[in-house]
Every structure is written in structure tokens, then in C-alpha cells.
């Protein structure tokens, strides 16, 4: 017999300012983006954990409940199954679980799958097990989890996921805000590059091991442009927010993570008429946001990055957060 089953779903993320700033405990603004992540969890009645993943490249995926954590973990189980690990230190259990997943997006894109799938599976277990979390505690048990498989994270892609909506937030979840938004006019370009955040991240880090004032300055920057968009949106001043987020992009180059074709993307957007446009996330590649004031300036910006070789992204920003389906 097949035991009921809990099945919560969580957002992606998109960056909006303050990327690499944030990993030092600098404020940023990140949106939740309307592609999700599902995850279902039943009991099983052995002692095994078992995860179904495809979405993730997992399939059969099973292991004694002693053995959790140990060895090499295929990549698609890392987060969930240290999570669980962690979440049966908190509330030993004898029997083990099943775990199937079903994405909306394909981690190509760079909208946070694993921060996505963390928080949907822990939001299903605890669900499971009739534990009633705060958001704070389900980020702590999230981001500890991340801790585990990374050593280092700043947690804005599980605030995303957990809170929903657009976010001010300062690492780790010491202040989540939402900000007072309805809609957010922007449009978002592919370059076709998947990025190498860990890369971007070390490279960041050894910058700043060899020019300290200069990055420290740079941050500093970052972290006055974050909180000025913290008003224009708030006052959904777009043209504002498309100023800050040119200047916010040549902080980003300035730290060398932009790249030519995020650049290509970025300037034929201000040719087409946005006000502002930068990359968003690690840079590298991956994914760029330009403001809009209209509909037709939209379809104009959107038909300028498709000329330059991008793809639009169709996503639906300021999503809600996990849930329980």
C-alpha cells in the first residue's frame, strides 16, 4: 500500500542588484521568478531514502539511512539528501521516505533549481511530519543544508524561495523585506552561456585578496545603489531603477565578471530604449534584466536581444513563495 504523500512546490530566482556584494554581507534585491520546482514526500516503511529526480539527471536513487552523506554524492541528491540528514538529527526517525521531484525549468538559465529544490522538499518533509515552520526556520534548516554541500552561501535564492515576492535581503536572512510591488517591468535576456557561479565567485574573492580597497569600495558602491532601488521601487520610479542598474553594471564590470555577450545583450536593450540594463546573477554568461516603461518599448527591447543572438526569458516576476500544492 502507498502511503499519502505531501507535494510543495518553490520558485527560481532572479537577481536584481548587488550580486557578489551579497556573498560579504552586503544587502541585495532578488525576485522570485514563476518557474517552480515540485516536490513530493511519503514514508516508505524501511529504513531506505529513495529519490526519483529526472528533472535533476537522478533516477532510483536509494541509500540506508546510516549512510547518509557518506561518500560522493551524484549532484542532483547533494542538497536533499544533507538536508534530510540534518533534519534527522533534529527528528530521528526509523522510517525512510520517498522523494520525486517535476520541474518547470531546465537549470540551464540559471533561476536557482537547487536553492528551488532544497526549500520545496524541506517545506514537503516538514509538512510530512506535521512540523509547523516558521519561514525563518525553514531558511535555517535550508541554508544549513547548503552550508553542508558548499562551505559558503549567502542564501538570497532560498529567500526567494521561501518568502516569495521581491526582496531586500541582508545574508544570511538577518533582514528579509518584501518590497511593495505589483508588477515589475522587465525584461529578461539569455545569452545562451550557462555560467560558472563557484568560478566567478572565486575569482571575486581573489580580487579582493589582492586589491582590498578597491573591492571593498566597489561593495560599498553596490551596497548605496541597492538601497537607493529599495525607494524607486518601492515608488515604482522605473526610469530610476534603470539608472541604478547602469551604474550597478559598471561596478559589475569593474569586478571583470560581465562578458561580451552580456554586453551585446545590455547595450542593444539601452539602444531599443531601456533605461537600464545589467546582468544578473554571477555574470559570466547566464542571464541579463532591462527596465521598460511601456508595452511597445517592451517589444522593441525584446526584438533588440533576439537581433544580438539572446533569447527571452517568458517569466512572470515577484512569484509567490513555497507552498504546500
Known amino acids: 500500500m502507498i502511503k499519502p504523500s505531501i507535494t510543495s512546490s518553490a520558485p527560481g530566482k532572479l537577481m536584481l542588484l548587488g550580486e557578489h556584494a551579497v556573498v560579504y554581507g552586503h544587502p541585495c534585491i532578488v525576485t522570485a521568478v514563476d518557474q517552480r520546482i515540485q516536490v513530493s514526500v511519503r514514508k516508505n516503511g524501511v529504513d531506505v531514502f529513495h529519490m526519483d529526480a529526472p528533472d535533476l539527471g537522478l533516477t532510483a536513487y536509494s541509500k540506508t539511512i546510516c549512510d547518509l552523506g557518506k561518500k560522493e554524492l551524484p549532484k542532483g541528491v547533494r542538497f536533499v539528501e544533507l538536508l534530510y540528514r540534518r533534519f534527522l538529527d533534529q527528528y530521528p526517525q526509523k522510517e525512510g521516505i520517498v522523494v520525486t521531484t517535476k520541474s518547470d525549468f531546465a537549470d540551464t538559465f540559471g533561476f536557482g533549481s537547487?536553492?528551488?529544490?532544497?526549500?520545496?522538499?524541506?517545506?514537503?518533509?516538514?509538512?510530512?511530519?506535521?512540523?509547523?515552520?516558521?519561514?525563518?526556520q525553514l531558511f535555517d534548516l535550508c541554508y544549513q543544508a547548503v552550508l553542508d554541500v558548499q562551505g559558503v552561501g549567502s542564501g538570497f535564492d532560498l529567500a526567494a524561495a521561501i518568502w516569495g515576492g521581491t526582496l531586500y535581503y541582508i545574508p544570511p536572512a538577518k533582514v528579509v523585506t518584501k518590497l511593495k510591488v505589483n508588477h515589475l517591468p522587465l525584461v529578461v535576456g539569455y545569452t545562451g552561456i550557462k555560467a560558472d557561479t563557484p568560478t566567478l565567485v572565486r575569482m571575486v574573492a581573489g580580487l579582493k585578496d589582492t586589491k582590498?580597497?578597491?573591492?571593498?569600495?566597489?561593495?560599498?558602491?553596490?551596497?548605496?545603489?541597492?538601497?537607493?532601488?529599495?525607494?524607486?521601487?518601492?515608488?515604482?520610479?522605473?526610469?530610476?531603477?534603470?539608472?541604478?542598474?547602469?551604474?550597478?553594471?559598471?561596478?559589475?564590470?569593474?569586478?571583470?565578471?560581465?562578458?561580451?555577450?552580456?554586453?551585446?545583450?545590455?547595450?542593444?536593450?539601452?539602444?531599443?530604449?531601456?533605461?537600464?540594463?545589467?546582468?544578473?546573477?554571477?555574470?559570466?554568461?547566464?542571464?541579463?534584466?532591462?527596465?521598460?516603461?511601456?508595452?511597445?518599448?517592451?517589444?522593441?527591447?525584446?526584438?533588440?536581444?533576439?537581433?544580438?543572438?539572446?533569447?527571452?526569458?517568458?517569466?512572470?516576476?515577484?512569484?509567490?513563495g513555497v507552498r504546500v500544492e
Open 212 to 320: 582590498p580597497r578597491l573591492i571593498t569600495s566597489i561593495f560599498k558602491n553596490i551596497n548605496h545603489l541597492v538601497e537607493a532601488a529599495v525607494v524607486s521601487i518601492n515608488q515604482s520610479d522605473w526610469t530610476g531603477l534603470g539608472d541604478l542598474f547602469n551604474q550597478n553594471q559598471q561596478l559589475l564590470k569593474q569586478l571583470g565578471v560581465s562578458s561580451t555577450e552580456l554586453d551585446r545583450l545590455i547595450q542593444s536593450s539601452l539602444k531599443a530604449g531601456s533605461a537600464g540594463a545589467k546582468l544578473s546573477g554571477a555574470g559570466g554568461g547566464d542571464c541579463m534584466i532591462a527596465t521598460y516603461q511601456y508595452d511597445q518599448s517592451k517589444s522593441h527591447i525584446e526584438s533588440a536581444i533576439t537581433a544580438v543572438g539572446g533569447q527571452v526569458m517568458p517569466v512572470v516576476l515577484n512569484a509567490p
Open 114 to 136: 537547487s536553492s528551488a529544490v532544497t526549500v520545496a522538499f524541506a517545506k514537503a518533509l516538514t509538512t510530512l511530519y506535521n512540523l509547523n515552520l516558521t519561514n525563518k
